[in-house]
């Protein structure tokens, strides 16, 4: 059998690297950028072709892939004269990696079953590095038939690739983990900050935190900023608080009041109003250092 056409709509680090992938292993890739052209040029430099907008990925592909950053940028590329809704085929895929709100994942899912299309949720685990080697984590949901089609492809990209139930469930998890995690940064973030105004030194502090059931690789992740100045999180701030917002945001849809992810909003939404939205999480051992003294 003949591989599937891919079209694949966003070419950032994470996007680029997965069309990367797919390339390698013999995938026919259609890509729409936006308004950096690097990955767009790397996928035309490797066989690919360019859409001119999301309409003509639609059209000219099985499957879209899609990897963007909000989920108001998502609807943006499915709905409207040229998005993938109006050029969506009877028995077509189409996968959101990104990091969504669910309410509007489930609403973009029954348009396109209107439509005769499937659409799956598999937002993803793990950085660029794993992606560009087939090495990330799936979290899909959605129509198990579509999913089941789609494996083959998604074990390209992934090691671990999970099946967690009804469209939605993969960008829920997700959100819940990013909360979790961010809070757990911040946290350790502020922990360094109040060590260095004790005049405690913070490998002292790291040393005893680690040594019982508080150690886990979001804390190395920082510590290993903190102590070594080795900033091996590539995830942003502004990244960050957006997907604790989204969090919230779900909580809210669910009648729920999450009192645990307002402080981890607050302190990485401040540190992105403050101009580090571009830096990464744990480079919030910096922000917190500068901003923990009591200025009232």
């Known amino acids: 059998m003949s591989k599937e056409h891919i079209g694949f709509i966003g070419l950032g680090l994470m996007g680029r690297a997965m069309v990367e992938c797919l390339q390698k292993d013999g995938y026919q890739v259609t890509v729409l950028g936006n308004r950096d052209r690097t990955g767009v040029e790397e996928a035309l430099s490797r066989g690919g072709s360019e859409a001119a907008n999301a309409r003509e990925v639609a059209e000219a592909a099985d499957i879209v892939m899609l990897c963007m950053g909000t989920s108001e940028q998502v609807e943006g590329r499915v709905y409207g004269d040229y998005g993938i809704l ?15 709100l669910p309410a509007s994942t489930i609403k973009i899912g029954g348009d396109m079953e209107a439509k005769g299309a499937a659409y799956l949720d598999a937002p993803i685990g793990r950085t660029p590095a794993h992606a560009k080697d087939g090495l990330l984590n799936l979290m899909c949901s959605g129509d198990k038939a579509a999913f089941d089609r789609a494996k083959p492809v998604l074990d390209v ?56 059931p508080l150690r886990s690789a979001m804390m190395d992740f920082i510590r290993n900023y ?71």
């Open 226 to 296: 903190a102590v070594d100045g080795n900033c091996d999180l590539g995830f942003s701030i502004g990244n960050a608080g957006k997907d604790v917002g989204y969090y919230r945001e779900m909580t809210a849809q669910l009648g729920l009041n999450s009192r645990m992810s307002a402080c981890a909003s607050n302190a990485l939404n401040e540190a992105r109003d403050a101009g580090d939205g571009d830096k990464m999480v744990p480079e919030m051992v910096d922000w917190m250092t500068r901003n923990l003294p009591n200025k009232g």
């Open 86 to 100: 109006a050029g969506v085929k009877p028995g077509q895929i189409v996968i959101d990696f990104g990091t969504s």
């Open 157 to 212: 990209m992934g090691e671990n690739v999970f099946h967690l139930g009804k469209l939605g469930s993969g960008h829920t998890i997700k959100l819940i983990n990013n909360y979790f995690g961010m809070t757990t940064a911040v946290a350790m973030s502020e922990a360094f900050a109040t060590a260095d105004a004790a005049g405690i030194d913070r490998e002292t502090l790291y040393d005893v935190m680690a040594a019982g």
